[in-house]
T-cell receptor, first 114, second 110 residues
Framework: DAGITQSPRHKVTETGTPVTLRCHQTENHRYMYWYRQDPGHGLRLIHYSYGVKDTDKGEVSDGYSVSRSKTEDFLLTLESATSSQTSVYFC?????????????FGPGTRLTVL | DAKTTQPPSMDCAEGRAANLPCNHSTISGNEYVYWYRQIHSQGPQYIIHGLKNNETNEMASLIITEDRKSSTLILPHATLRDTAVYYCIVSGGTGNQFYFGTGTSLTVIP
């Protein structure tokens, strides 16, 4: 599964606290992504990275920041968690050919904000 | 917004072929069609992708119409473990975003 791990796998926190989720990959892929999934919905892109220190916003980036200081780690931070950020968060990487970009997903982190 | 339209749910008898349709009428020339599935709350699992030719792998077959405006994912002999939500996605090259819709919830019936 493209060597993707996410930590923690489960977290419960309180409104207003900072939270950082980690995505780690072992295969030196350039592109990494953070998605969130809410009940009854498909995945929605939060942020993505196309290299060390190169990131861009996705569809639902408000309230989130990311950092990528080394190829293998992509961090998602909620500076001040809100109940609306209760969700399951998935990290993904791209294995790409010249024109195609298959994404492979991690196991997910279930975050509950009380 | 998702660029695809899928039926919300389908049933299939165990051992029979499951045919999951997808409409992507606005697909552009450089965009591929990808299929993923998600079982319970696990991460989405890649199944297959294609550009314009039909594709087959050990999991499934992908049939893309000649005008590329629709496709069908075929699971040739559905098992109970194929019960999942199936997502059809169109996307261009490296770095292009994947837009997930709500997918098709496939239930394989014993």
């Amino acid at each position: 599964d493209a060597g993707i791990t996410q930590s923690p796998r489960h977290k419960v926190t309180e409104t207003g606290t900072p939270v950082t989720l980690r995505c780690h990959q072992t295969e030196n892929h350039r592109y990494m992504y953070w998605y969130r999934q809410d009940p009854g919905h498909g995945l929605r892109l939060i942020h993505y990275s196309y290299g060390v220190k190169d990131t861009d916003k996705g569809e639902v980036s408000d309230g989130y920041s990311v950092s990528r200081s080394k190829t293998e780690d992509f961090l998602l931070t909620l500076e001040s968690a809100t109940s609306s950020q209760t969700s399951v968060y998935f990290c993904a990487i791209t294995t790409s050919g010249a024109r195609e970009s298959t994404q492979y997903f991690g196991p997910g982190t279930r975050l509950t904000v009380l | 917004d998702a660029k695809t339209t899928q039926p919300p749910s389908m049933d299939c008898a165990e051992g029979r072929a499951a045919n999951l349709p997808c409409n992507h009428s606005t697909i552009s020339g450089n965009e591929y069609v990808y299929w993923y599935r998600q079982i319970h709350s696990q991460g989405p699992q890649y199944i297959i992708h294609g550009l314009k030719n039909n594709e087959t792998n050990e999991m499934a077959s992908l049939i893309i119409t000649e005008d590329r405006k629709s496709s069908t994912l075929i699971l040739p002999h559905a098992t109970l473990r194929d019960t999942a939500v199936y997502y059809c996605i169109v996307s261009g090259g490296t770095g292009n975003q994947f837009y997930f819709g709500t997918g098709t919830s496939l239930t394989v019936i014993p």
